[in-house]
């Protein structure tokens, strides 16, 4: 069955360009995640959505950073103005239940390789 | 606050023999644990989740691990290691929705 898929797999940008990271999460699944992991560290929470609502944003870590879920679907990751320190794998991440659902396990797409210039 | 430690960075093991990652967690309430595992250019695969209703937990491709809540501790161990184990290994404290990692452990299979 289909997974969770990102587009694109890899990106290369310049310093100050904005970008755009898609995230398809598997159909019907109600919470959707962003996690940003630098190299050879661990996943870091972003963003959180529950069909189109998000209901925290307390890990983005600048006002650039900006996550839209509009139809409760799709989701998209955009960068505005990216600097080096933005260089990062983008993980979105997709589960069945709402908040609060213990024991819920999150699917992982394979992630966007974000490299600033 | 939740928190989650894993206490080697790398391990290396020979092919065949036991493996064991550590993994120390801090929770203020009843934690939600898991291991996932992440081979080079794939996504995040869970390997097993701790549920409450038993302290041993078994997952997929023979690991297992178990949950002590008077060490806090939720180590994973495989009887015996495969090549194919040779990869990055992070443990998770769920807290509410929001996935906590540790900064991951990579394993290293030996010949």
């Known amino acids: 069955g289909a997974g969770v898929s990102q587009s694109p797999r890899y990106k290369v940008a310049k310093r100050g360009q904005d970008v755009a990271l898609r995230c398809d999460p598997i159909s019907g699944h109600v919470s959707l995640f962003w996690y940003q992991q630098a190299l050879g560290q661990g996943p870091e929470f972003l963003t959180y959505f529950q069909n189109e609502a998000q209901l925290d944003k307390s890990g983005l870590p600048s006002d650039r950073f900006f996550a839209e879920r509009p139809e409760g679907s799709v989701s998209t990751l955009k960068i505005q103005r990216t600097q080096q320190e933005d260089s990062a794998v983008y993980l979105c991440?997709?589960?069945?239940?709402?908040?609060?659902?213990?024991?819920?396990?999150?699917?992982f797409g394979p992630g966007t390789r974000l490299t600033v210039l | 606050a939740q928190s989650v430690t894993q206490l080697d960075s790398h391990v290396s093991v020979s092919e065949g023999t036991p493996v064991l990652l550590r993994c120390n967690y801090s929770?203020?309430?009843?934690?939600?644990l898991f291991w996932y595992v992440q081979h080079p250019n794939k996504g995040l695969q869970l390997l097993l989740k701790?549920?409450?209703?038993?302290?041993l937990v078994k997952g997929i491709n023979g690991f297992e691990a178990e949950f002590k809540k008077s060490e806090t501790s939720f180590h994973l161990t495989k009887p015996s290691a495969h090549m194919s184990d040779a990869a990055e290994y992070f443990c998770?404290?769920?807290?509410?929705?929001?996935?906590?990692f540790g900064t991951g452990t990579r394993l290293k299979v030996l010949a």
């Open positions: 991440a997709s589960s069945t239940r709402p908040s609060g659902g213990l024991y819920n396990e999150q699917f």
């Open positions: 929770s203020s309430y009843s934690p939600s």
């Open positions: 998770v404290v769920s807290v509410d929705y929001k996935y906590i």
């Open positions: 701790y549920t409450s209703a038993a302290t």
